[in-house]
């Protein structure tokens, strides 16, 4: 086969592929990438099919946490602890507790008691747009 031949072998394979050649020897040929219009999935424009993808993830158990506060101590001060130990935090009594999702800031609340255990009230929902802020 002569080089002719391999050059007409090749142009046919790649219009049987659906790619095009830019000519230029020893430049890569390519494809174009076709992708199925995922925004619509997102905004529930198709249907129930954007419903059906959120189903799969709604098991998925997440680590929910409430912070009272954090402070910092040395290892002696630590080693002192002992039952009755008052721990000083750097929160105010009344102010607003963090709730995290897997460690991620997503609302303020208030603690109260329910059935004889604690839950919070959520008071106030950290915006999306504070939490990519935060991401940066």
């Given amino acids: 086969m002569n080089a002719s031949e391999q050059e007409s072998g090749r142009e046919n394979r ?5 790619q095009a050649s830019n000519g230029k020897p020893g430049e890569q040929d390519y494809a174009r990438a076709d992708f199925e219009n ?31 506060g954090r402070t910092k101590m040395s290892i002696s001060n630590l080693l002192k602890l002992n039952q009755g130990s008052v721990v000083e935090l750097d929160r105010f009594a009344g102010e607003p507790m963090d709730i995290a999702v897997n460690g991620t800031l997503i609302a303020h609340g208030e603690v109260v008691v329910v059935n004889e255990k604690f ?10 747009a504070e939490r990519v802020k935060k991401l940066k």
């Fill in 119 to 128: 839950g919070i009230r959520l008071t106030d929902i950290v915006s999306a």
């Fill in 38 to 68: 995922l925004q619509a999935e997102a905004d529930g424009e198709s249907g129930n099919l954007g419903a059906k993808s959120l189903d799969m993830i709604l098991d998925i158990p997440v680590a929910v946490a409430v912070e009272i």
């Fill in 14 to 18: 790649q219009q049987a592929a659906g």
